[in-house]
């Protein structure tokens, strides 16, 4: 339970019921879908937006994104390169968008990832209010020697995220693998208002199902 309850001040408890885990062998192992029936409809044919990314390229070298914690990095040929060193808080690289988003709006993360070491990596994307009142996230591993390659995370807003660097819109990559092993690869970085998509509540897309 991430969020803070006390059934005297705020009305009740979290209830679970009706919990089942089985084997899919039919199922795709290249996605993740968190389907939420409290998902609203999409609105068919309508366009996405422009980016609110930007340098989302990286040919502005760090311009409009931040580091943070335990985290080594560098661009290198307009590619984001880090990994995460020991230590926590865990590594992060994020950008504050600042742009206001509305409950129920739908938003759509597209980010090529590769990983030019040895050995497995495991990146959290979030996609989120920049004060975490609310949030989506997505894991992807990523095989040794990965090129850079497409991944996709959709997902809904559940409350207003209203503007400001501190309350907007913001993409957060963290590298949740420890080790000298380099690098983690990001690039080509974009985020937009999808209205036109069909979510059903959180996914996490890996290449060849976008």
Same mark, same amino acid.
């Given at each position: 339970?991430?969020?803070?309850?006390?059934?005297?001040?705020?009305?009740?408890?979290?209830?679970?019921?009706?919990?089942?885990?089985?084997?899919?062998?039919?199922?795709?192992?290249?996605?993740?879908?968190?389907?939420?029936?409290?998902?609203?409809?999409?609105?068919?044919?309508?366009?996405?937006?422009?980016?609110?990314?930007?340098?989302?390229?990286?040919?502005?070298?760090?311009?409009?994104?931040?580091?943070?914690?335990?985290?080594?990095?560098?661009?290198?040929?307009?590619?984001?390169?880090?990994? #995460?060193?020991?230590? *926590?808080?865990?590594?992060?690289?994020?950008?504050?968008? /600042? $742009? !206001?988003?509305?409950?129920? @709006?739908? %938003?759509?993360?597209?980010?090529?990832?590769?990983?030019?070491?040895?050995?497995?990596?495991?990146?959290?994307?979030?996609?989120?209010?920049?004060?975490?009142?609310?949030?989506?996230?997505?894991?992807?591993?990523?095989?040794?020697?990965?090129?850079?390659?497409?991944?996709?995370?959709?997902?809904?807003?559940?409350?207003?995220?209203?503007?400001?660097?501190?309350?907007?819109?913001?993409?957060?990559?963290?590298?949740?693998?420890?080790?000298?092993? #380099?690098?983690?690869? *990001?690039?080509?970085?974009?985020?937009?208002?999808?209205? /036109? $998509? !069909?979510?059903?509540?959180? @996914?996490? %897309?890996?290449?060849?199902?976008?």
């Amino acid at each position: 339970a991430a969020t803070t309850n006390n059934s005297a001040t705020n009305g009740g408890f979290l209830q679970l019921d009706n919990v089942s885990l089985s084997h899919g062998p039919d199922a795709s192992d290249l996605r993740t879908l968190c389907e939420d029936p409290t998902s609203p409809p999409h609105t068919p044919g309508a366009p996405a937006s422009a980016s609110l990314v930007t340098n989302g390229d990286f040919s502005g070298g760090m311009t409009g994104w931040v580091t943070l914690f335990t985290i080594t990095n560098q661009v290198s040929n307009g590619v984001f390169e880090f990994i #995460r060193t020991a230590g *926590l808080p865990g590594g992060v690289v994020f950008q504050q968008t /600042g $742009a !206001a988003v509305a409950a129920g @709006e739908f %938003l759509t993360a597209t980010f090529d990832l590769g990983n030019s070491s040895s050995v497995r990596k495991r990146v959290t994307v979030l996609v989120h209010a920049s004060d975490f009142a609310d949030l989506a996230a997505c894991t992807f591993w990523l095989p040794p020697g990965l090129p850079l390659s497409t991944y996709q995370m959709k997902m809904r807003a559940t409350t207003p995220w209203p503007a400001g660097a501190a309350t907007g819109a913001t993409l957060s990559f963290y590298g949740a693998t420890v080790g000298l092993d #380099r690098w983690i690869r *990001l690039d080509n970085v974009s985020l937009r208002r999808s209205p /036109g $998509a !069909a979510i059903v509540g959180t @996914e996490c %897309l890996e290449p060849g199902e976008i």
